[in-house]
């Protein structure tokens, strides 16, 4: 049997389950997530995003529940160096342009972050299946 003809197969079939896996834990309501630590709020307002409640205490925002919209507002000068700053601005681009100008919604945070992990697992494969060890290894591997 060729198992190089079957590793694509695998990989689509599996990038399918995941997504479906993600889709439904990420997407539909109930809608899950973490309670902020304060590090996204870093760079908040350098991509320009506010809370919707200006009111809410520090226990609401760092150890109350997963907030899920924000309010959007114009770029600063955060002043906070972050490899995530283009992650979220490719997120509320995203979240701009299919849902809203007004209130950025998280699971479009969510939608980026899924589609870089698929890519990464699928070009993964994809590099195991072209490094592929010599088939004297093959059953190791």
Known sequence: ???GKLRPGIAFWTAIAAA???IYVLMVRP??????NGDFERIMSTVGLDYTNPFLTDEDKYF???I?????????LGGYASSQIPLVL???ALNMLLHSGRIFDMRFMAVVYSVLLLTASLRGNALRAVCSPPSSFAPYF
């Open 31 to 36: 809608i899950v997530g973490l309670a902020d």
């Open 64 to 66: 109350g529940y997963f």
């Open 1 to 3: 049997m060729n198992f």
């Open 68 to 76: 899920r919209e924000f309010k959007l507002t114009s770029l600063g």
């Open 20 to 22: 479906a896996v993600i």
């Open 90 to 92: 490719a997120a509320k």
